[in-house]
């Protein structure tokens, strides 16, 4: 490989691979949140919050991540909303991780025995208290290791956010290439730069679903 060309692409890639992260891991913040609210809402008695739960995830599980993005940044300025590059890439790609934390957090929450529930309601535990100091903590270990491949899912697909000019790892790397005409040393590097990122925060839920399964 021409260090000519690594000291002049690999700067270029790095500075993507940092959105790539922070796209990833504020995607999946917003995810989770997003997710532990729809899956509450699954799991209640009332249809009338069921219902639109329940077409939420069906929605965006059950189309193209592509598809949504194209919609939020193309779509969308049919009817008055213009949205940035970044603003149609996190609202994209949160909704999308919601949509499977929602069903990731309700099968949690569903595997924690029944009689803990019924034990609660015995002491005086409202619902909230009930889901808070007893239920979640327990989804919380359970799901750890679907949460991480989730993670590392949605690292992956913010490849697809380069689709709207937003310019992170994947965007750089075929800008890279187009003034470049180096296609090996541009995406040999970009795919050691996923790797790495990959192997980081794999390494990191590895750690936390390990220390969790000692309590």
């Given amino acids: 490989m021409d260090i000519n060309v ?3 692409v ?4 790095l500075q993507g691979s940092l959105m790539t992260m ?3 891991v504020v995607s999946v913040v917003f995810g989770s949140l997003i997710g532990m609210v729809t899956a509450l809402l699954k799991l209640s008695k009332n249809k009338l919050l069921v219902v639109p739960a ?3 995830t069906w929605l965006f599980r059950g189309t193209p991540m592509l598809l949504q993005l194209f919609v939020f940044y193309y779509g969308l300025p049919f009817v008055g909303i213009r949205l940035t590059p970044f603003q149609a890439a996190l609202i994209g790609l949160s909704l999308n991780s919601g949509a499977y934390m929602a069903e990731i957090i309700r099968g949690g929450i569903l595997s924690v025995d029944k009689g803990q529930f019924e034990a609660c309601k015995s002491l005086g535990f409202t619902y909230f208290d009930t889901m808070k100091r007893v239920v979640l903590p327990q989804t919380f270990k359970i799901i750890i290791p679907s949460v991480g491949n989730e993670f590392i899912t949605m ?3 913010t490849s697809l956010v380069s689709t709207i000019a937003m310019e992170e790892v994947m965007r750089k790397a075929q800008l890279l290439y187009a003034s470049t005409f180096k ?3 541009v995406f040999f590097i970009t795919a050691c730069l996923y790797l790495f990122m990959t192997t980081i925060f794999t390494t990191v839920f590895s750690h936390y679903e ?6």
């Fill in 6 to 8: 690594l000291k002049e």
């Fill in 22 to 24: 922070e796209l990833t």
């Fill in 183 to 185: 296609p090996m040393e």
């Fill in 155 to 157: 690292l992956k697909d």
């Fill in 10 to 13: 690999f700067p270029v890639l």
């Fill in 210 to 215: 390990k220390k969790l399964s000692v309590y």
């Fill in 54 to 56: 329940g077409f939420y």
